[in-house]
């Protein structure tokens, strides 16, 4: 069974910009939440998308967005970077019970110049 | 949100049993403890969980003292690919949702 995979893997932007982060689950799983990664911060919880809603959602200002697609993909999308932003962004999967186990993903390392 | 505490880093011999422990003392009754790792620079990895009694899995076990304030990961025999960061997770219930508060996790350094 495949995993979680995430696209891109790296990615260059400079400020002002905006970027969109794709995230792929695994087969069979409808849940995906997004978190950060950032050496000062940690890993911190983005938001959750379930069955194309979100249920979830942590404390990040509102330029932090996201989606997800009838095949449970998903889409989080960053807009007017800042140098702050610069981070791995991880993606985690799971069937969507609030118990079930997450899966994470390789992560996209973003870099805001 | 139930805190986790756990030794900033550890060592531990190549082929030794690592053990690391994990402080969660404000847990509450239907809260699941869980166990990452995360290899530099890659997706934390889903290692065991548990709620109340010990598991065991082809990665690791799980000891979790009765009144469930404290737990134990341990790697039975260590090699140098098990070094990496480990979180211990309790992890949050939010209605239907949930998420995971991940702490600042133990460095486990195994060495030769």
């Known amino acids: 069974k495949a995993g979680v995979t995430q696209t891109p893997r790296y990615l260059i932007k400079t400020r002002g910009q905006q970027v969109t982060l794709s995230c792929s689950p695994i087969?069979?799983?409808?849940?995906v939440s997004w978190y950060q990664q950032t050496p000062g911060q940690g890993l911190q919880f983005l938001f959750e998308?379930?069955?194309?809603?979100?249920?979830n959602k942590g404390n990040f200002p509102g330029r932090f967005s996201g989606r997800q697609f009838s095949n449970s993909r998903s889409e989080m999308n960053v807009s007017t970077l800042e140098l702050g932003d610069s981070a791995l962004y991880l993606c985690?999967?799971?069937?969507?019970?609030?118990?079930?186990?997450?899966?994470f993903g390789p992560g996209t390392r973003l870099t805001v110049l | 949100d139930a805190k986790t505490t756990q030794p900033p880093s550890m060592d531990c011999a190549e082929g030794r049993a690592a053990n690391l422990p994990c402080n969660h003392s404000?847990?509450?009754?239907?809260?699941?403890v869980y166990w990452y790792r995360q290899i530099h620079s890659q997706g934390p990895q889903y290692i065991i969980h548990?709620?109340?009694n010990n598991e065991t899995n082809e990665m690791a076990s799980l000891i979790i003292t009765e009144d469930r304030k404290s737990s134990t990961l341990i790697l039975p025999h260590a090699t140098l690919r098990d070094t990496a960061v480990y979180y211990c997770?309790?992890?949050?219930?939010?209605?239907?949702?949930?998420?995971?508060?991940f702490g600042t996790g133990t460095r486990l350094q195994v060495t030769l």
């Open positions: 985690a999967s799971s069937r969507g019970d609030h118990t079930d186990t997450q899966y």
């Open positions: 087969s069979g799983h409808r849940s």
């Open positions: 998308y379930f069955s194309e809603t979100q249920r």
């Open positions: 404000t847990i509450s009754g239907n809260e699941y």
């Open positions: 548990g709620l109340k």
């Open positions: 997770i309790v992890r949050v219930e939010t209605g239907t949702a949930s998420k995971l508060t």
